[in-house]
């Protein structure tokens, strides 16, 4: 075989992509400390820079805009870390008692299953029915997102980099693209359509976190602005992310209110999921903006395993940026629609 066709060969090509994808995402991981925050800081800007343009326009100056939009993250992050704060240590000192009383439970679960006279054998049971790790889960996640706090003040300053850069890249775009007024029209288009996803699925997990807490704290359920920020968080995860962000607030309510106080918790997160996750998000956002359970998974497992706690969190948006790109252009529409949630009709 020449060497022209072994460096053409579709076998050889699929191995140098395979070999290239593993470098980059053995180098993402590495690189996670440093990545996390800056995916971060990118998922705010592309939040705050809506309201910073919609001030602009009506006439503020850019140092003005940019100074409001910044109080405002900072007001923000000081009022939801004062409230988190206490909840999160009470709750990591307290984990190891929710979870003796949850072994307990389960216990007298496998004890009353032996009763009826289906017998499990007790290692299968401790293994497959655990609720502990369900706890143990809940409380790495939110530590993990609690440990951003630490580096709170670089995420800031990459974020008011990234809205004064934004003020400027239309016109970067305008001098690098020409006359291309194609490529720009597509370009404006991915922007919007992100701008628009982000920010109409940060006001419905907004509406899901307040809708848990104010439920939570009805029924009785310690740490109920905990268990609401972490359905804040997770609603950008769709379809999984409630189920993750219910199991463990269930199980406290299990121990601290008994199986009656359980069931009202899984009803509250029932209502307020099918009402954002089904009527809500459907009529604001379109159901042309969605993505594959499957590849919801997929994403949540491999962001996860990449960036850690704060991966699964950045998960969805991520996959969905990507969505919204390649559908941008006929060439690379059919990725898209294999990401997507919906199948296309035929064409006639």
């Known amino acids: 075989m020449s060497a022209d066709k072994l460096r053409y060969s579709p076998a050889l090509t699929l191995i140098l992509t395979c070999a290239g994808l593993v470098i980059i995402i053995a180098g993402m991981r590495a690189a996670a400390p440093l990545l996390t ?5 990118i998922f705010l800007a592309v939040l ?3 309201p910073m343009f919609y001030l602009r326009e009506r006439g503020l100056p850019m140092a003005a805009a940019l100074l409001v939009v910044v109080s405002a993250l900072i007001v923000f992050g000081i009022v939801l870390g004062a409230l988190i704060g206490g909840s999160l240590n009470d709750f990591s000192a307290n984990l190891p008692v929710y979870e003796a009383s949850l072994k307990q ?3 007298e679960l496998r004890q009353w299953l032996e009763g009826l006279g289906l017998s499990l054998p007790r ?3 401790t293994d497959l029915l655990d609720p502990a790790r369900a706890m143990r889960l809940a409380g790495q996640v939110v530590s993990g997102l609690g440990g951003l706090l630490a580096n709170a003040f670089l995420i800031l300053l990459t974020v008011i980099f990234l809205l004064f850069e934004a003020s400027q890249l239309p016109a970067k775009l305008n001098a690098v693209l020409g006359g291309s007024a194609g490529s720009k029209e597509r370009l404006g288009s991915v922007a919007s359509n992100i701008n628009r996803y982000m920010a109409i699925k940060a006001l419905t997990s ?11 704290l009805m029924i009785g359920v310690d740490f109920p602005v905990l268990w609401g920020l972490l359905a804040f968080l997770l609603n950008f995860v769709p379809n999984i992310g409630s189920i993750i962000a219910a199991v463990p607030a269930v199980l406290l ?3 601290q209110l008994g199986p009656v106080g359980a069931l009202w918790t899984m009803l509250a997160y029932l209502f307020m999921n099918t009402l954002v996750g089904n009527v809500l998000e459907p009529r604001f956002m379109g159901r042309g903006l969605g993505l594959s359970t499957l590849v919801v998974f997929v994403s949540l497992v491999f962001w996860g395993w990449v960036l850690g706690p704060v991966g699964m969190f950045l998960s969805v948006p991520l996959t969905m940026t990507l969505k919204i790109a390649l559908d941008s252009t006929p060439q690379t529409r059919p990725a898209a629609v294999l990401l997507g949630s919906e199948v296309p009709k035929a064409e006639t």
């Open 37 to 41: 925050p800056l995916l971060l800081s």
């Open 105 to 107: 439970q389960a216990r």
């Open 253 to 255: 309510a299990l121990v």
């Open 48 to 50: 705050a820079a809506p």
């Open 123 to 125: 290692e299968m049971f």
């Open 206 to 216: 907004l509406l899901t976190g307040v809708g848990i807490t104010l439920s939570l």
